[in-house]
């Protein structure tokens, strides 16, 4: 297995997102976050989810799904606890997206639009649903799936860690068979609303290796985000 780690601020001062690949004794496990709520607000929010699967991570205890399940149980409760700390229950949120890899197999948990996707035989054969506006639009026919990056209400989101429940409702998949993909790319709202599934496939095929297909991605993001107002934009790919 091979991967690459890439973030960026945009064109914004402070960048909220945070990521991490967090070894252990089974296997590995991928986390990326994208904070909200402003400076001192959002990048501490993604730092909480990051430092949580740390913790759960470095003594993990249970199935592969009970393990990720504590991750984002942690985070929630970690972002919760620092809401209450700093009076600030209106901020401090973030989005999540986790890919725990082990040799019996793998698992991926999110919540809020930051993306997992994965790849066999060069092509996307799934990806994480948001929990957007838009994308709740999509599922029930309103707009089209190509028509959520330009949505007007594309930063609205359903769930994110830090509403104030202590049961956030992110998703996990079953586990799944590593034999059956190729490779993963989790993502930031900010990456994947500049480059669309496709040229994610194209540059996927041209590529050795996961910091090839990196730089071919980010390259294609920086022309066409040049001289917009870009978003932090951050991303992880994964061969396997």
């Known amino acids: 297995m091979k991967f690459a780690v890439f973030t960026d601020p945009g064109s914004r001062e402070v960048n909220e997102d945070s990521l991490e690949v967090i070894e252990y004794e089974e296997g590995s496990c991928f986390v990326i976050a994208d904070g909200l709520g402003g400076h001192g607000k959002g990048d501490i929010a993604s730092q909480k989810v990051i430092s949580a699967f740390r913790k759960v991570y470095a003594a993990p205890s249970g199935t592969q799904s009970e393990?990720?399940?504590?991750a984002f149980d942690?985070?929630?409760a970690d972002i919760i606890?620092?809401?209450v700390r700093t009076d600030c229950r209106a901020q401090m949120k973030s989005t999540a997206a986790a890919l725990d890899i082990r040799e019996d197999g793998?698992?991926?948990g999110y919540v809020g639009d930051s993306r997992i996707y994965a790849f066999s035989n060069g092509r996307v054969k799934q990806r994480t649903l948001d929990h957007s506006i838009p994308?709740?639009?999509a599922r029930c026919g309103e707009i089209r799936e190509k028509d959520i990056?330009?949505?007007p209400d594309r930063n609205k989101l359903l769930r994110v860690l830090g509403t104030g429940s202590q049961s956030p409702e992110f998703e996990l998949s079953e586990i799944l068979m590593r034999d059956k993909y190729q490779a993963f790319l989790l993502c930031t709202d900010g990456f994947w609303e500049l480059i669309v599934e496709k040229e994610m496939e194209k540059t996927l095929k041209k590529s050795s290796s996961p910091g090839e297909w990196m730089k071919k991605m980010t390259d294609l993001?920086?022309?066409r985000?040049?001289?917009m107002e870009m978003d932090n934009y951050s991303a992880m790919a994964v061969f396997l």
Request: one cysteine or more.
């Open 67 to 70: 393990v990720m399940k504590a």
């Open 74 to 76: 942690t985070a929630q």
């Open 81 to 83: 606890e620092e809401q």
């Open 106 to 108: 793998l698992i991926c």
């Open 135 to 137: 994308q709740a639009l």
């Open 149 to 151: 990056r330009n949505h």
């Open 221 to 223: 993001i920086r022309r």
């Open 225 to 227: 985000g040049a001289g």
